[in-house]
Structures are given as C-alpha cells and as structure tokens.
C-alpha cells in the first residue's frame, strides 16, 4: 500500500519557468491537500479539494493553480516560478468524514534561482 | 482565521526525563485535535489523535486536552533521543474538508 506519492521528489527551477508536481493517493480518500512548508513559518494550505470535480483556496494559493484530475490525483502547478517559491511541498490525503487525519506524502523539495 | 500557537523551541530535555509541548487554539469550534511527529526531513506522521476533554493514553504518550482552556499538551514520558523531532499540533474544525490548519511546531531535542 504505497499511501501518498508524490513527484518529483527534488526540483531546481529558474525564475520563470513553469512545472506540475505531482500526487496520488491509493486510499480512496475524498479530501486532497497541497500544504507548503518553509522554515519558521510551519505548514501552510495552499489549496485543497473536498471532493472529485472540487476546488477550493487554501491560506497561500496565489501564484499556484491546482487539478483534481480525478479521484486519485492532484496536481500543483507553478506558472511562472519565484524565488519565493523555494519550499518543501506536501501532498496530503484524508477520510474526512471519519477522524480527519492527514496521510502525507514524502514531501517534493523546490529550488527556485 | 483559526490560529494555532505553539513554543517553536527547542526545547532540550534529558533522556528518561517527561517532555511536555503545549499548543493553544482559538477557534472554539474545534472538536478534535491531532499530534503529528516530523523528523527533519521526513513527512509528518501522527502520533496522537484525542477528541475528548481529559487524558488519552498511548504508550509513553498522553494527551490532555482542556477545551474551556482551549489548550491542549502532549506528555512523552522516558524520553529517548528517537523522540527528537518537531511535534506539531492541529485542531480540528467543524468536520469539514477544509484540511488542518498546523502550529509552527516544537522542536524537541533528547540529550543523552
């Protein structure tokens, strides 16, 4: 059972450049999330999808679009990258009609020069 | 705007000794709440989930959770180096699937 999954694992970008992460989950959960995390400022919700064909903004969404694609997948796509993008993301996964837990994904390290 | 506070650290404390980690919320409305463990690096996992004002119990961990306070503690009783990582707290909202809003995390070091 691999749970979340999540690439690439490690990105360096230049300013301007677009790129998709992205991520699956295999445990037919409903809820997806696209968190960022960055030194000192914890994990942030940039967007998340309650349910297949839903979208909806999170604290951070701007520069990022995401896709639900369908019930398994969720993408996070960067248009046009900046520096202040350099971060760890996490894609996460829940039931939340049962306890709510988060399963997270291993995490996808960007750089952006 | 839910609001999570939690001393970001580090907090040291000796092997074998209780750590304690505090968090406080301010959405009254929170029904839940989960511990998460991250190891630097590594994706966060959960240690703890309690909905229930009170103690839970896991192993060397417990949970208190005070709602009228609007304040909730993890306990690790005989602290061993692998419990070095940050612990992050999340209250949980209305029931909706609108993810988990994170404290900044403790970070917790063991000394041997």
């Known amino acids: 059972n691999a749970g979340v999954t999540q690439t690439p694992k490690f990105q360096v970008l230049k300013t301007g450049q677009s790129m998709t992460l992205q991520c699956a989950q295999d445990?037919?959960?409903?809820?997806m999330y696209w968190y960022r995390q960055d030194p000192g400022m914890g994990l942030r919700l940039i967007y998340y999808s309650a349910s297949e064909g839903t979208t909806d903004k999170g604290e951070v969404p701007n520069g990022y679009n995401v896709s639900r694609l369908n019930k398994r997948e969720f993408s996070l796509r960067l248009e046009s990258a900046a520096p202040s993008q350099t971060s760890v993301y996490f894609c996460?996964?829940?039931?939340?009609?049962?306890?709510?837990?988060?399963?997270f994904g291993e995490g996808s390290r960007l750089t952006v020069l | 705007q839910k609001e999570v506070e939690q001393n970001s650290g580090p907090l040291s404390v000796p092997e074998g000794a209780i750590a304690s980690l505090n968090c406080t919320y301010s959405?009254?409305?929170?029904?839940?709440f989960f511990w998460y463990r991250q190891y630097s690096g590594k994706s966060p996992e959960l240690i703890m989930f309690i909905y229930s004002n009170g103690d839970k119990e896991d192993g060397r961990f417990t949970a208190q959770l005070n709602k009228a306070s609007q304040y909730v503690s993890l306990l690790i009783r005989d602290s061993q180096p692998s419990d070095s990582a940050t612990y992050l707290c999340a209250p949980r909202g209305g029931g909706g699937a609108d993810g988990l809003t994170f404290g900044k995390g403790t970070h917790l070091i063991i000394q041997p």
């Open positions: 996460a996964s829940s039931d939340h009609t049962n306890t709510g837990e988060l399963f």
């Open positions: 959405d009254r409305g929170s029904q839940s």
């Open positions: 445990m037919n959960h409903n809820s």
